[in-house]
């Protein structure tokens, strides 16, 4: 699903000035057209984590950027793995 | 379930600080999302948030401590992680392949392979997929929302605007194929058929529709039930109405592009009884009208 700005807000339950130092860090990049930012399901799940990591595990703003940037280098392998597997024949379709 | 005091690992004397640095500990560890390949991690994980949850609350604590609740019920509910989403065919617009890039670099058959996949992954934007929906005419006209089941058994709500005509194409953004990396997706392009309507027929934005009416209605005139696409209104037949005889609803038409509405007009249709009346016979038999010939003067 496809959202606005707004709507992602109301989604997440984010603060805007949260979600602006977020925007700011790059830890969502949505998209952008036309001047206007269009959200998915996956930066309200993502926006779900960087909650999470700080305020249930305790991480700090520099221990999100690092654990973002480590996982989604795992969510790269894992994504070449699955393409690989695909290719060699023996994944699922 | 389990003795959340045991699942956390403390003591029932443990303070708040000691439960809640107990339960990091263990989501460190167990957290989906910091085991992305692993399924078991999200049972043990729910069963670590569920006993935390239970004893970071001092009221619910009390209360279990008392016996007067116990642990069931206590386990989280199913949750979605951000894992899910970013293994999904959807493509993860966040994935980095900078864990591997200096694989790419080597001269063997994986190496290759990777650049390959990387070219094709990088940033495309998604294809346009082309549907057909077929509308009814009534809706085409007020405006709907009708569901189209695509081929691989989702469906999309189509919103179909006032007004639409047939052939007419709508673009839904970002309802294409998926893209890769930040590429989003492509849109849908859906061609719309109007259906036919027995009642009503469309010439730009004015609709027509054929309505039968008695002799009686002809002859004396009279309010009649006229449907609309948007439902029925009243319309007053003038007295001496005639078989092709139009008459006009303002504003019953389709909506027109840049404000306003068409029109609905109404073509009046005389109908005699379907079986012949011995009464009407008699009547216009000895009718002192009956010798007019609406044929005189017209072109042989």
């Given at each position: 699903m496809r959202m606005t700005k707004q709507e992602f807000l109301t989604s997440s339950g984010l603060q805007v000035q949260v979600l602006e130092f977020w925007l700011e860090q790059h830890w969502l990049i949505p998209e952008e057209s036309a001047g206007e930012l269009h959200f998915q399901d996956i930066d309200i799940a993502r926006a779900h984590l960087i909650r999470g990591l700080k305020d249930?595990?305790?991480?700090n703003d520099e221990g999100i950027d690092v654990i973002l940037h480590l996982m989604d280098q795992v969510h790269g392998l894992r994504r070449a793995l699955v393409e690989l597997r695909q290719q060699i024949g023996g994944g699922r379709g | 379930m389990k003795n959340p005091y045991e699942v956390l690992g403390v003591?029932?004397?443990?303070s708040a600080a000691e439960i809640q640095s107990a339960y990091r500990k263990l989501a460190k560890k167990l957290h989906p999302d910091l085991n992305?390949?692993?399924?078991a991690a999200e049972e043990k994980f729910k069963e670590v948030a569920g006993a935390y949850d239970l004893l970071s609350d001092a009221d619910k604590r009390k209360r279990f401590d008392a016996g007067?609740?116990?642990?069931?019920?206590a386990e989280r509910p199913q949750h979605h992680y951000y894992r899910d989403f970013a293994s999904?065919?959807?493509?993860?617009?966040?994935?980095?392949?900078s864990g591997f890039?200096?694989?790419?670099?080597?001269?063997?058959a994986l190496a290759e392979f990777l650049r390959r996949s990387q070219r094709t992954r990088a940033n495309r934007r998604g294809q346009d997929l082309h549907y057909h929906l077929a509308v009814d005419f009534v809706d085409s006209i007020t405006g709907a929302t009708q569901r189209l089941n695509l081929p691989d058994g989702s469906t999309i709500d189509v919103k179909i605007p006032p007004g639409l005509v047939d052939g007419q194409t709508l673009r839904l953004k970002g309802k294409g194929a998926p893209g890769t990396g930040k590429g989003g997706p492509g849109d849908a392009l859906i061609e719309i058929e109007v259906r036919p309507d027995r009642r009503f027929t469309r010439e730009g934005d004015d609709i027509t529709l054929e309505l039968p009416i008695s002799l009686t209605e002809a002859v004396l005139g009279g309010p009649v039930r006229v449907p609309t696409p948007t439902g029925d209104v009243t319309m007053s037949v003038p007295k001496?109405?005639?078989?092709?005889?139009k008459l006009r609803l303002r504003g019953k038409g389709a909506p027109r592009r840049g404000g306003g509405q068409g029109d609905q007009f109404v073509r009046l249709k005389v109908v005699l009884p379907k079986t012949p009346d011995p009464e009407l016979e008699a009547f216009v038999s000895t009718w002192k009208g009956k010798d007019y010939n609406p044929r005189e003067g017209a072109a042989s």
């Open positions: 249930d595990l305790g991480a | 003591a029932q004397t443990a992305p390949g692993d399924k007067e609740i116990d642990a069931s019920g999904s065919d959807q493509g993860n617009p966040y994935a980095d392949a890039a200096d694989f790419m670099d080597e001269d063997d001496g109405s005639n078989t092709g005889t």
